[in-house]
T-cell receptor, first 112, second 112 residues
């Protein structure tokens, strides 16, 4: 599975959009980009995933560059409850056992 | 809602004890996983299972074993607990399409 690079930490003002970048320059054609987040003292939570096209759901939007070497997770109106560690993961959708390999993630702090 | 339930939130054990961590999922998922999470090291995969009675080693299986006798239950066993196994243990499950993975709330194990 391809390696990802994320900033260690970011701040965002409450109510503003939070844009979390991820570099995955060695991504393969059959690898998807997944985002998870982990709020303190809880297990990781799935947010969104995509292959080539931009994706949006009730939680966030995912923008993937045309060359697929980087992506951005967008939380359109960040709240204090969005304070968490955000993980960008790339993997084949149907790899062995569906296992996820977590990097260090980005610690997002949403401030009032 | 998918539920992944871990039997204990906090557990304190003595060095040398045999420790069982239990995990149950209620969504008939084929895949189940055990991770441990340590500060500075992130989440690391210990073992996973893609079917009843099937198991595969993850990245750090040493000192652990697993059991999956029923589809909904995946147990992690520490044969002889050691202090370096003090950690947060997270169980997860995913369906066969492996789109998203669901995590439990974790068990904080302290080995004294």
């Amino acid at each position: 599975d391809a390696k990802t690079t994320q900033p260690t930490s970011m701040d965002c003002a409450e109510g503003r959009a939070a844009n979390l970048p991820c570099n995955h320059s060695t991504i393969s054609g059959n690898e998807y980009v997944y985002w998870y987040r982990q709020i303190h003292s809880q297990g990781p939570q799935y947010i969104i995933h995509g292959l080539k096209n931009n994706e949006t759901n009730e939680m966030a939007s995912l923008i993937i560059t045309e060359d697929r070497k980087s992506s951005t997770l967008i939380l359109p109106h960040a709240t204090l409850r969005d304070t968490a560690v955000y993980y960008c993961i790339v993997r084949v959708a149907f790899n062995q056992g569906g296992k996820l390999i977590f990097g260090q993630g980005t610690e997002l702090s949403v401030k009032p | 809602d998918v539920k992944v339930t871990q039997s204990s939130r906090y557990l304190v054990k003595r060095t040398g004890e045999k420790v069982f961590l239990e995990c149950v999922q209620d969504m008939d998922h084929e895949n189940m996983f055990w991770y441990r999470q340590d500060p500075g090291l992130g989440l690391r995969l210990i073992y996973f299972s893609y079917d009843v009675k099937m198991k595969e080693k993850g990245d750090i299986p040493e000192g652990y074993s697993v059991s999956r006798e029923k589809k909904e239950r995946f147990s992690l066993i520490l044969e002889s607990a050691s202090t370096n196994q003090t950690s947060m243990y997270l169980c997860a499950s995913s369906p066969v399409d492996r789109v998203s993975t669901f995590f439990g709330s974790g068990t904080q194990l302290s080995v004294l």
